[in-house]
């Protein structure tokens, strides 16, 4: 049983669908304390003039240790705002006629969703479908932890009987690595080095946007470019 545990994000890149689609269950954790200027609540486009961030405004005055799950949406203008930005450099993509109906569909049920958690997993959800990715998605709502950081997710992963869990490479300065050992979880790392470029508007390339571009400019072959193209059960983790 490989688990992923993380927070949720905004329209993410690739790699973060990569992770999801290497596990068989992905805990979304928004109960971590809310950061301002992360991916959580905005991401990258790419435009004539360069990239774009998309972000969704977020209430923060005297709310600094709110968590992921308490962040509430400050102007709902943003879902309308963001549509347009995708129809305006995107229209020209191979693939967006083809998408295009069901972001606008979704942008338009979330433009008075206020809180942040309901907003990222109904994209999230929403792509992996496009990807066939066929993960469970949970939430940590679901399940009982406390504890420091790595006990809270040993935790989660024991309710699950996890064998392995799926890490980024951020988490190597905190996590506790005997702690997992003992409660023989083989913890391996995400190795997000190795994407090929694919067909971008706007040269020159950059990786570092939204998976929602991958999507647009190659439609069913985005997860050829994401790392999703092989069986679940043949896909291996690489441990770096």
């Not at 669908?17 to 269950?25: E, P, T």
Request: hydrophobic share 40%; proline share 4%.
């Amino acid at each position: 049983m490989k688990v992923l545990i993380t927070q949720s994000n905004y329209i993410p890149w690739r790699g973060y669908f990569h992770a999801i689609g290497l596990a068989d269950v992905f805990v979304v954790y928004d109960e971590a304390q809310y950061t301002r200027r992360d991916w959580r609540n905005r991401n990258l486009i790419k435009t004539a003039n360069g990239l774009q961030w998309l972000t969704i405004p977020i209430h923060v005055k005297g709310r600094f240790y709110q968590k992921i799950s308490e962040a509430t949406v400050s102007d709902h203008r943003w879902a309308a705002r963001h549509w347009k930005a995708m129809q305006l450099n995107y229209m020209r993509a191979p693939y967006f006629a083809q998408y295009a109906p069901v972001f606008e569909q979704l942008y338009h049920q979330l433009h008075h969703e206020t809180n942040l958690s309901n907003i990222n997993l109904a994209f999230i959800e929403a792509i992996c479908r496009i990807l066939g990715i066929k993960t469970q998605i949970r939430t940590s709502a679901d399940f009982d932890f406390e504890g420091t950081k790595s006990e809270k997710l040993v935790s989660i992963c024991r309710q699950l009987c996890a064998t392995h869990y799926i890490s980024g490479k951020a988490a190597r300065g905190y996590l506790d690595m005997e702690l997992f050992t003992r409660n023989n979880m083989e913890v391996v790392w995400m190795n997000y080095a190795n994407y090929p470029d694919y067909h971008q508007l706007y040269p020159p390339f950059h990786p570092q946007v939204t998976v929602l571009d991958l999507i647009f400019n190659e439609g069913p072959r985005a997860p050829m470019f994401s790392g999703l193209h092989a069986d679940k059960n043949s896909r291996s983790i690489s441990v770096q």
